[in-house]
């Protein structure tokens, strides 16, 4: 099984980076679903099918999801997400926010249902402290994941870390059942900031998600994304797709009892669009000043945007 998925990845990779290379010459890549199939790692199944397989994969690892994102970078996600939100500059925001209380940030973190990026959200402005004094906090980190389950665990790890107050009272932080796709429950230029990580390469179609992405931002809004992505030096893609292939699905049976979630949590990677192809993807969706920089050379990237003032 182990040399069957080798050979199908080194296979369907050759396909997908001759395609990515096409796409990249031009600012409109080809729709990210056509027709009326598209992939479950490297399995082509129903564009209907694939939304409900996803949220089985997350329902299973919701209780394990910090275990799982250990094992899929071997810890760095850890200092991956440090960066990501030191990168947003929220800290400095938020300095300004506490100073002149009749303005405010309002974060949209999707595929967030565990909290990893909201809680540093929460931590980096102070909103636990903020939480003791009466009224709802000018600064608001909205989580929004289309899995319940992952939404309960995040739930829970809130009032576990923080107490009641900063959900009932002050607000700062909040859960959202919702789809990337189709955010309906949120109107047009509500957020100044949206963030997303490792999330996108599970929507069904990207391109979607990236339009509604656009849709809800304000003018001016900023858009990061923080994603599994290509490796360009072949020797470091050598070692990790050895790691990732061989290692990942052994640990998550012998540890979660469940191969084959994170054999598709590996495919899906693989699947993804690499940083030229997203980049082109963020753009045609209506972003501007688009830029990705390569975290551990190219095993994650940080894309940003933003819409248009």
């Known amino acids: 099984m182990r040399t069957l998925s080798v050979f199908r990845y080194k296979s369907k990779i050759l396909v997908n980076r001759t395609l990515n290379r096409s796409s990249s010459s031009t600012t409109s890549p080809r729709p990210y679903v056509q027709g009326d199939k598209t992939h479950f790692g490297f399995e082509d199944v129903k564009i209907e099918h694939k939304e409900e397989r996803v949220r089985n994969v997350f329902e299973n690892v919701a209780e394990s999801y910090d275990l799982m994102n250990d094992l899929m970078s071997g810890g760095l996600h850890r200092l991956w ?7 947003s500059s929220v800290a400095s925001m938020a300095r300004l926010i506490r100073k002149s209380p009749s303005r405010d940030l309002k974060i949209l973190d999707v595929a967030g249902g565990t909290g990893d990026i909201a809680f540093r959200f929460v ?7 903020r939480s003791k004094s009466s009224g709802s906090d000018e600064i608001s980190v909205t989580v929004c994941d289309i899995n319940s389950e992952m939404l309960r665990v ?4 809130a009032r576990d870390r923080y107490g009641d107050a900063i ?11 919702g789809n990337a796709q189709d955010l309906f429950q949120f109107e047009d230029n509500s957020f100044d900031m949206y963030t997303i990580a490792f999330g996108l390469r599970n929507v069904t179609d990207v391109d979607k998600a990236l339009q509604e992405a656009t849709r809800v931002l304000k003018p001016g809004g900023r858009y990061m994304c923080l994603e599994f992505s290509e490796v360009p030096n072949q020797y470091l893609r050598a070692i990790y797709d050895s790691y990732s292939f061989n290692a990942i699905p052994y640990i998550g049976e012998m540890v979660a009892n469940d191969r084959s979630s994170y054999q598709y949590l590996v495919e899906s990677i693989r699947q993804f ?17 688009v830029k990705f920089s390569n975290l551990t050379g190219g095993i994650v990237a940080i894309h940003e945007g933003f819409k248009e003032l």
């Open 81 to 87: 997400k440090d960066h990501f939100v030191k990168k």
């Open 123 to 129: 931590d980096t402005c102070n909103c636990h402290e």
């Open 154 to 157: 995040g739930e829970r790890r």
């Open 167 to 177: 959900l009932d009272n002050s607000k700062a932080i909040s859960f959202v059942q």
């Open 273 to 289: 669009s690499n940083q030229e192809e997203l980049k082109h993807r963020m753009e045609t969706a209506g972003m501007q000043n």
